[in-house]
């Protein structure tokens, strides 16, 4: 394969498409782990974001989904599927569908769906989101089970799921320390 002007214009587009889904994914992170800084790294200072009953910046933003989201749930997960990108020089604009999840504190599961519509600016050669619009499409809850393999005495011992630095996923670098056992 030769790298004609062409084909160098393909990869760096590629490449800005995969800077922008990396920034919606660390908004998604940041929220679900309780990580203010990479939370606010999806974010230009400067943006706003219109998301339910929430109209502001992203310190903000984030002080008041995080304090919603430990009162009312017990772990979440913002998931994001299909994406469309617009880019246009230092500008994109993005529209991503996303499915959250959560456990509430009360043990019921809160299920909701839309769509996250964006527009992304280039500064200092960061992508981030200068605007933001949570178009909330449906919500319901889900009934309760108990969570799988909670008999299992090891469970953990890789690290315990949580909100913050303590979860498995900060680990660096990441090991197994539980024994080796296939289930019969």
Do not use: K
Request: proline share 5%.
């Amino acid at each position: 394969m030769s790298l004609t002007p062409e084909r160098l214009d393909e990869l760096a587009d590629l490449l800005d498409r995969r800077r922008i889904f990396d920034c919606l994914t660390r908004f998604c992170r940041g929220m679900d782990r309780f990580d203010r800084e990479c939370f606010l790294s999806a974010f230009h200072d400067d943006a706003t974001i219109a998301a339910g009953d929430f109209v502001g910046g992203p310190a903000e933003l984030y002080d008041w989904a995080s304090a919603m989201h430990e009162r009312g749930q017990s772990a979440t997960q913002h998931n994001l599927t299909n994406h469309t990108c617009d880019i246009d020089g230092d500008t994109a604009h993005t529209e991503t569908y996303y499915l959250f999840a959560a456990r509430n504190r009360d043990d019921g599961n809160w299920i909701a769906g839309g769509r996250y519509i964006d527009r992304l600016e280039r500064r200092d050669g960061q992508w981030r989101i200068a605007v933001r619009t949570n178009a909330i499409e449906w919500s319901g809850t889900l009934p309760t089970m108990p969570l799988p393999f909670a008999d299992v005495p090891d469970l953990h011992l890789n690290g315990t799921p949580t909100r913050g630095a303590d979860d498995p996923s900060y680990r660096r670098p990441l090991t197994n320390v539980r024994e080796h056992r296939v289930p019969r």
